[in-house]
């Protein structure tokens, strides 16, 4: 099973491209093996920003609403909140802090033992215990 990261439901849901067609491939794949389709509230927020940003809002936000029809939202929990504590210390005393966005959706995937398709690996490779797929 699989959270799928911002930068896989914004390349998925895009223009005819080389990364809409590798996103498709990946999608196609969770959906034929009868996986549950999963992304977190934070990805979500993430989409928001899309929706504010854009000069046509309304038509931003049926779009987004599209896209995450078909995914079941993952929250961020106590368990989230601890791992989150730990990958941070982890990388902070390794002199490799990352954005916070993207170890609160680490911490997520981790706690609910899914590995997560992104194309952004190198802001999830230091995170322990995160599997990470790429398209």
Do not use: C
């Amino acid at each position: 099973m699989a959270v799928f990261d911002t930068t896989f439901l914004i390349d998925w849901s895009g223009r005819e491209s080389a990364l809409r067609t590798r996103a498709e491939s990946v999608l196609l794949a969770n959906v034929r093996a009868a996986e549950p389709l999963y992304t977190t509230r934070l990805n979500v927020a993430e989409m928001w920003i899309g929706v504010h940003r854009s000069v046509q809002r309304d038509r931003e936000l049926e779009r987004v609403q599209k896209i995450l029809r078909g995914f079941r939202v993952l929250e961020f929990d106590a368990s989230a909140a601890e791992v989150f504590g730990e990958q941070s210390a982890h990388l902070i005393t390794r002199g490799r802090p990352i954005g916070d966005m993207d170890i609160l959706i680490a911490a997520i995937a981790i706690t609910n033992r899914q590995r997560l398709v992104t194309r952004n690996v190198d802001h999830f490779r230091e995170i322990r215990g995160l599997v990470v797929e790429s398209y």
